[in-house]
């Protein structure tokens, strides 16, 4: 157990729908981090908060958007789901961002499928 | 552009025997640093061991040990005495400046009998 939690574990959705992905970091992890794992695209980053502002994005699509709250759980919002959306996605946290070593600790992932 | 490059879609391995598995990366940030994460078929993302650019010895985590070639950007993982249980996917990454991590595509490792 890494202490990252994410709910819900899957989702089953429409496309054209907007669901709401949740993860609580690890205790005193600072950084949140959310990536997407697909099998035409592999595992890729989307977004990193640290302290509840947003630090660095990856090929996140513009239909998603996410935030950190101040007690440090992150919400990803998907909107508008496609079927290619369909996916695995992680949040990772870590204590804080640019040490010499900064492991990041994976949620379970939340399964997230499109029909 | 940062990259990580894992050749090896597939291994075999006998249980208690080494294995290999490799990984080349690719970047012009002289800090850097380089993790090997394990996914089940349960899907979970399981860190295994990491190396940083400056570290001067190769990384060691029980079984597990990271083969840490700089001049040639290889950071390769060995599992030594492999188990049924270390059969999974096994991902090399590496962490960029902006503390993302870049991942490789994976290598599903069999481990039989």
């Known amino acids: 157990d890494s202490g990252v939690t994410q709910t819900p574990k899957h989702l089953i959705t429409a496309t054209g729908q907007r669901v709401t992905l949740r993860c609580s970091p690890r205790s005193g992890d600072l950084s949140v981090y959310w990536y997407q794992q697909s099998l035409d695209q592999g595992l890729q980053f989307l977004i990193q908060?640290?302290?509840?502002?947003?630090?660095a994005k990856g090929n996140i699509l513009e239909r998603f958007s996410a935030q950190q709250f101040p007690d440090l759980h992150s919400e990803l919002n998907l909107s508008s789901l496609e079927l290619g959306d369909s996916a695995l996605y992680f949040c990772a946290s870590s204590v804080g961002y640019s040490f010499s070593y900064n492991e990041q600790f994976f949620g379970p992932g939340t399964r997230l499928t499109v029909l | 552009a940062q990259k990580i490059t894992q050749t090896q879609p597939g291994m075999f391995v006998q249980e208690k025997e080494a294995v290999t598995l490799d990984c080349t990366y690719d970047?012009?940030?002289?800090?850097?640093?380089l993790f090997w994460y394990k996914q089940p078929s349960s899907g979970e993302m399981i860190f295994l061991i990491y190396?940083?650019?400056?570290?001067?010895q190769n990384a060691t985590e029980g079984r597990y040990s990271l083969n840490f070639q700089k001049a040639r950007k290889s950071a390769n993982l060995v599992i030594s005495a492999s188990q049924l249980g270390d059969s999974a996917m096994y991902f090399c990454a590496m962490r960029d400046n902006t503390d993302k991590l870049i991942f490789g595509t994976g290598t599903r490792l069999q481990v039989f009998p």
């Open positions: 970047t012009s940030d002289p800090s850097y640093g």
């Open positions: 908060y640290y302290n509840g502002e947003e630090r």
């Open positions: 190396q940083g650019s400056y570290d001067q």
